[in-house]
């Protein structure tokens, strides 16, 4: 999450400020070889890809700062974010895929940077191929697994994204309903909200505000990428050298990147892009089939939709827009994505089976169901959504699935939702978030996700 600002950087250098100031922050730049020794790389496409990398590096955050945004606890020197961000050939759209931390994925042969040892290719979750490869197994794997061609590799940290965030001022937020997440220290209550440095970080890496969890971060993030673009391109920050230094300073203290990401390429790049805007931005998260895919000697992992990412990966390699005409749909709107609502299933008659006919009908429609339905306790005659009352936007939208269903709240319960299938269990409708930022696979332009 902290590499989204990194694009800043690209943003930034759209004024074509001069060279001489670009100049002197290159040396800042740690250089890193993500690409040496490798061989049998996908085709090179048109426009430029660009691998953005979170770590959770945190070395030089204070020890204030550590705790009053709560940053505690030891690094496991990973990704915490991973970002394929392409930028067009003609310089006048960038799509930005993210890429969940947790996705099953199969490294190449490798070398452990940490014991020296080895490795054939293995199952992993995508971030932890950074901890075991550094920059170039991230980058063979992610290549592996999109067929994309990454022609740069930036990497930041927490120090980074506070660092630029202050720099500009600060970014905007707007939220509908109060979001809280006592493992980040977030609290905001609904509004419009100028987050500093640290809040920010805290809104970005907050993943328990609902039961959403790393997709909803993934959004929130997207969301925080398209209101900084917005507050880059239209404060004159670009137009003033000495601002604009402070701010690629900022960002460029704690990056990491390729040797061939310098000088010429952030001013030629800027150049190309002197009115890009918010609105020439998209995003969206790799589509996916199933969350809580289990891996032995793995965990629990997050597999990606073989079919819908090539499709989305084939764009990238194609220099075409990732949104796409879709016909209009018949489902019922929503303001939660199902993708995002975990669900047990009970069954509340007498009926043998209802229950396991239910779980599989949420599940069709991309609910998350456990799989494992149970009977419950007492029978009901009308089908109930039970919830705990901070996820009662994911029970309205599990609700307008089950026509005719009856909400109730229980503190408590979770971010699992449950629904004990009656008697007047007829069918599972389809149902789909209305806002497409909240979508499980939608693209999002970033105009379309800033404060009204």
Request: glycine share 8%; hydrophobic share 35%; with cysteine.
């Amino acid at each position: 999450m902290r590499a989204v600002t990194t694009l800043s950087v690209v943003v930034l250098a759209s004024a074509g400020i001069g060279h001489a100031v670009i100049t002197s922050l290159d040396a800042d730049i740690a250089r890193v070889d993500p690409f040496k020794d490798m061989k049998n790389r996908p085709r090179a496409g048109h426009g430029m890809n660009v691998l953005l990398v979170g770590t959770d590096a945190r070395d030089k955050i204070t020890e204030r700062e550590r705790r009053k945004y709560r940053l505690g606890g030891t690094p496991c020197h990973c990704t915490d974010t991973i970002m394929i961000v392409h930028i067009s050939e003609d310089r006048e759209r960038a799509s930005v895929v993210s890429l969940p931390r947790d996705s099953y994925a199969m490294t190449p042969a490798h070398l452990d940077q940490t014991t020296g040892q080895r490795h054939e290719g293995h199952p992993v979750k995508i971030n932890a191929a950074y901890a075991e490869g550094g920059p170039n197994l991230i980058v063979r794997t992610v290549e592996n697994m999109t067929r994309v061609k990454i022609d740069h590799y930036l990497e930041v940290d927490f120090t980074s994204f506070m660092k630029t965030v202050d720099v500009l001022g600060g970014v905007k937020i707007c939220t509908a309903e109060p979001m809280k997440d006592t493992y980040t220290g977030l609290n905001l209550p609904p509004g419009t909200h100028t987050l500093r440095g640290g809040q920010a970080l805290q809104y970005v890496r907050a993943r328990h505000v609902d039961s959403a969890s790393d997709l909803g971060r993934m959004q929130r993030q997207q969301r925080f990428l398209a209101a900084l673009i917005e507050r880059a391109t239209s404060s004159g920050i670009l137009l003033n050298p000495m601002k604009f230094r402070d701010v690629t300073r900022a960002v460029l203290g704690s990056v990491r990147a390729d040797k061939g990401f310098g000088t010429g390429e952030l001013l030629a790049l800027g150049r190309a892009m002197r009115n890009f805007s918010p609105s020439s931005s998209e995003f969206t998260t790799v589509p996916i089939e199933q969350m809580g895919h289990v891996v032995k000697g793995v965990g629990s992992t997050v597999k990606w939709d073989a079919k819908k990412s090539e499709r989305v990966f084939r764009s990238l390699r194609d220099d075409q827009p990732l949104a796409v005409h879709q016909p209009k749909s018949r489902a019922v709107p929503v303001e939660v994505a199902p993708q995002q609502i975990r669900v047990q299933v009970e069954n509340g008659t007498s009926t043998v089976g209802l229950g396991k006919r239910v779980d599989t009908a949420l599940a069709a429609r991309g609910f998350r169901t456990t799989r494992l339905p149970v009977d419950a306790a007492r029978p009901v005659p009308r089908t109930v959504v039970a919830y705990d009352p901070r996820w009662d936007r994911s029970a309205k939208s599990l609700a307008a699935a089950l026509p005719g269903s009856e909400l109730r709240p229980v503190k408590g319960m979770g971010p699992t939702l449950k629904v004990i299938a009656g008697a007047d269990f007829r069918e599972v409708r389809e149902v789909k978030a209305e806002d497409p930022a909240r979508g499980e696979s939608g693209v999002v332009r970033g105009n379309e996700v800033g404060c009204p």
